[in-house]
């Protein structure tokens, strides 16, 4: 079990423009066995400004897992996971593609830039919840993380 959970709630990030997704999120993590505290951004730039601590995000915590969409306005999720891959002090922070493509060509891409994982949004709620909670049990509980300090 990952030590971190004992400790203090977990960190999540969630950068994804559609509403109704981060609410469908939010509920499904409410419901979770791990006790977490989430975050939003809207679009890519805001993600990178939460993961940097840049103006408004100054106090921000260090997420233990992203969950990072797509498709968004102004910086899509591809520039995002290319800019935290390369950089050292964001690297080791886990990355799940949550996003409606089925595209393999997207799906290549995302591993290419070292995505963690890749997971297609189901429509379905009730499986959109058990897909949330699959994903931090496994992330959030079972794998061991390096630490921020590491």
Same mark, same amino acid.
């Given at each position: 079990?990952?030590?971190?959970?004992?400790?203090?709630? !977990?960190? @999540?990030?969630?950068? =994804?423009?559609?509403?109704? =997704? $981060?609410?469908?999120?939010? &509920?499904?993590?409410? =419901?979770?066995?791990? &006790?977490?505290?989430?975050?939003?951004?809207?679009?890519?730039?805001?993600? @990178?400004?939460?993961?940097?601590?840049?103006?408004?995000?100054? /106090?921000?915590?260090?997420? =233990? #897992?992203?969950? #990072?969409? +797509?498709? !968004?306005?102004?910086?899509?999720?591809?520039?995002?996971?290319?800019?935290?891959?390369? /950089?050292?002090? #964001?690297?080791?922070?886990?990355?799940?593609?949550?996003?409606?493509?089925?595209?393999?060509? /997207?799906?290549?891409? !995302?591993?290419? #830039?070292?995505?963690?994982?890749? $997971?297609?949004?189901?429509?379905?709620?009730?499986?959109?919840? !058990?897909?949330?909670?699959? @994903?931090?049990?496994?992330?959030?509980? @079972?794998?061991? +993380?390096?630490?921020?300090?590491?």
């Amino acid at each position: 079990m990952n030590s971190q959970v004992a400790e203090r709630p !977990m960190e @999540i990030l969630l950068v =994804d423009d559609n509403p109704g =997704d $981060v609410r469908l999120t939010a &509920e499904a993590l409410k =419901d979770g066995k791990v &006790e977490n505290k989430l975050h939003t951004a809207k679009d890519g730039m805001e993600a @990178i400004a939460f993961l940097r601590r840049k103006g408004r995000y100054t /106090d921000a915590p260090r997420p =233990d #897992l992203i969950l #990072l969409d +797509l498709n !968004m306005p102004r910086m899509n999720g591809r520039q995002v996971l290319a800019e935290i891959k390369e /950089d050292s002090a #964001l690297r080791h922070i886990p990355v799940v593609i949550l996003t409606g493509s089925r595209e393999m060509d /997207d799906i290549v891409n !995302m591993y290419d #830039l070292h995505a963690n994982c890749y $997971v297609t949004k189901p429509i379905d709620f009730e499986q959109f919840t !058990m897909m949330v909670k699959s @994903i931090t049990d496994f992330w959030l509980t @079972i794998v061991k +993380l390096p630490s921020e300090a590491s």
